[in-house]
């Protein structure tokens, strides 16, 4: 999740419904460092572009310099609707890093011959995390973009 869009679209129709909702957003090189996007994880109420929301900001309320692998995702806040969800404790928020972010992009590409944006192989990564813990349950992911864009990117990044 980035500005937290396309998440929210899919989100809207599960809203209602006894299943439980997670959205992932960027670690990027780990949450102990500073480049990272999770805004959900380490932001803070603030106003963003006229909206109050979460927001990665200093004391002075200016948002700082984010950074994500996936282009997409590198957006200091995240959308009001996300963050009435995060207070009212109905959408779980994760994060993933950067190399989760990659090995799921690999394996998703390996093993069933779709290449995910890098925003969505966050959501990818957190499902591989889960999974094993999920014996007997669904899990649907959003893949809201194509990859192809990204295998240069991806290809140079692992020196091939």
């Known amino acids: 999740m980035g ?6 679209g899919l989100f809207t ?3 209602n419904d ?12 780990g949450l102990d460092t500073p480049d990272h996007a ?25 948002p700082l310099p984010v950074y994500s692998i996936a282009s997409g995702l ?13 207070d009212s404790g109905r959408v779980n928020y994760q994060s993933a890093t950067d190399s989760e972010c990659i090995a799921a992009f690999l394996a998703l590409s390996r093993t ?3 290449i995910p944006a890098l925003e969505s192989a966050h ?6 995390r889960v999974a094993p813990q999920m014996t007997g349950k669904r899990i649907l992911i959003n893949l ?17």
């Not at 500005?3 to 929210?8: D, E, L, P, T």
């Not at 959501?123 to 591989?128: F, G, K, L, S």
């Open 13 to 15: 129709a599960f809203l």
């Open 112 to 114: 069933e011959g779709i």
């Open 144 to 160: 809201s973009g194509r990859g192809d864009k990204d295998i240069d990117f991806v290809a140079e990044k692992l020196n091939l």
């Open 74 to 86: 590198d957006y200091p806040g995240i959308g009001p609707q996300h963050s009435h969800l995060k």
């Open 18 to 29: 006894d299943v439980e909702l997670v959205g992932v957003e960027p670690a990027g090189l």
């Open 123 to 128: 959501a990818v990564a957190y499902a591989m």
């Open 38 to 62: 999770a805004t959900m994880a380490l932001g803070s109420p603030g106003v963003l572009h006229g909206m109050r929301c979460y927001v990665l900001q200093d004391d002075a309320g200016e």
């Open 3 to 8: 500005g937290g869009s396309n998440a929210i």
